[in-house]
């Protein structure tokens, strides 16, 4: 039996997934839905400090409460910011994760914080300035929540019928910077892990995109060319759990039986694409330079 253990985004909680966890729930498989502290959790006692530790630790949990047994397949899906204590959890229980989804996420990385994923830039660079203010006065410290018209500034929300961006704003809790500010502490275990990428288009990402990454040589990207790597696209926006839960609860489905899209591998003997040769002819024109600067004139009419 597969069990799912599904990892709730920046200011949300188990009640996205209701849906999603409802429909996986009747397709047979065994569901987990993680309440992360001081979100949709146990609140943090007076003057604890929530961090991404903290978030881990709630997964930890999560993991730790499916039972042993040898039928018993795990597959640990992190949405939006929950990909980064999901990540941070598998890492530490690497030899009992059969795959991690990433659902419209970034790739976590040792040493980044989950900072660097915000896709507001102007918001990065505000809550970057917060870095310095030391761990004890960081502690007391959240991001409110977004307003209804906010939401799109963290991803976005097309396909959202109005009374579930409704719902996500009235149950949206502030986040607590820690966990946007600690530094994701990787052993390199997880690196064994299989994964698959969930790409919702109208959030900007496709695996068109992804695959024109990697041929342009930023060897960042080189893992996802891993047959162990596959990928799925979704024709919506951020939140597929509420626009689409009956294609996303297919696609977990499929990846958890391991299909997806295989990126091609990178030739190495032809190098990046940007620096092969150009594939057209280009002819030979004749030009004058002044300075700097080619001038290249077309042909003086006879």
């Known amino acids: 039996m597969t069990a799912f253990i599904l990892v709730p985004g920046m200011f949300t909680g188990t009640h996205v997934w209701q849906d999603t966890a409802a429909r996986l729930t009747a397709a047979g498989a065994e569901v987990h839905t993680v309440a992360l502290t001081g979100l949709d959790g146990p609140r943090a006692a007076t003057g604890a400090t929530v961090d991404l530790e903290t978030h881990i630790a709630d997964v930890l949990a999560a993991v730790d409460s499916v039972g042993v047994a040898e039928d018993r397949r795990i597959v640990l899906v992190g949405h939006d910011y929950g990909i980064h204590p999901a990540v941070g959890a598998a890492d530490r229980r690497a030899e009992r994760i059969e795959r991690i989804v990433y659902l419209d996420s970034g790739l976590p990385r040792d040493g980044v914080p989950a900072l660097a994923a915000v896709p507001d830039q102007s918001l990065r660079e505000r809550l970057a300035a917060a870095v310095g203010t030391g761990e004890a006065e960081r502690a007391e410290q959240t991001l409110p929540p977004p307003a209804l018209h906010e939401w799109p500034r963290w991803g976005s929300t097309e396909g959202v019928p109005d009374p579930a961006l409704d719902r996500l704003t009235a149950l949206a809790a502030p986040q607590p910077l820690g966990t946007l500010l600690q530094p994701l502490r990787l052993t390199g275990a997880v690196g064994r892990v299989p994964t698959t990428g969930v790409l919702c288009t109208g959030n900007g990402s496709s695996i068109e995109l992804i695959q024109m990454l990697v041929r342009l040589g930023d060897p960042a990207l080189r893992p996802l ?10 024709p919506t926006g951020h939140w597929p759990m509420l626009s689409c839960p009956a294609a996303l609860t297919d696609v ?9 899209h295989r990126l091609e591998p990178v030739d190495d003997a032809a190098g990046p694409a940007h620096l092969r040769p150009f594939l057209m002819d280009v ?5 004058e330079r002044h300075g700097r600067v080619d001038l290249y004139l077309p042909d003086a009419e006879e």
């Open 283 to 287: 002819p030979d024109v004749a030009r």
């Open 252 to 260: 977990l489905l499929r990846a958890a039986a391991g299909e997806g």
């Open 225 to 234: 060319t891993d047959p162990r790597v596959s990928f799925f696209e979704l």
